[in-house]
């Protein structure tokens, strides 16, 4: 298991506990947004990995096992501005 993978796997319950999202889906059908755990695990990963906004979306196209733990598929990863925003 790698450092990000450890790393995204303290994150994800801890985000879902703050955010009181732990069975909401981290991207739910037919275009209801993101849940709140997925974007305050994205941003975690973003400092942790110390990149932009729009090389973490990049570097995560290319972990579909970091993605899966967050709950979201590579096609699913928001884009780098609906991330900023969040």
Do not use: N, W
Not at 37 to 52: E, G, N
Not at 64 to 86: M, N, V, Y
């Amino acid at each position: 298991m790698t450092q990000i993978s450890r790393f995204t796997s303290e994150i994800v319950p801890i985000s879902q506990r703050v955010t009181g999202d732990g069975d909401e889906s981290a991207a739910p059908e037919g275009g209801g947004g993101f849940a709140d755990y997925a974007f305050v695990s994205l941003h975690c990963l973003r400092i942790y990995l110390d990149t932009s906004y729009r090389m973490t979306i990049d570097l995560l196209k290319e972990m579909p096992q970091i993605t899966g733990e967050i709950g979201l598929d590579a096609a699913d990863l928001p884009s780098p501005s609906t991330l900023c925003k969040a």
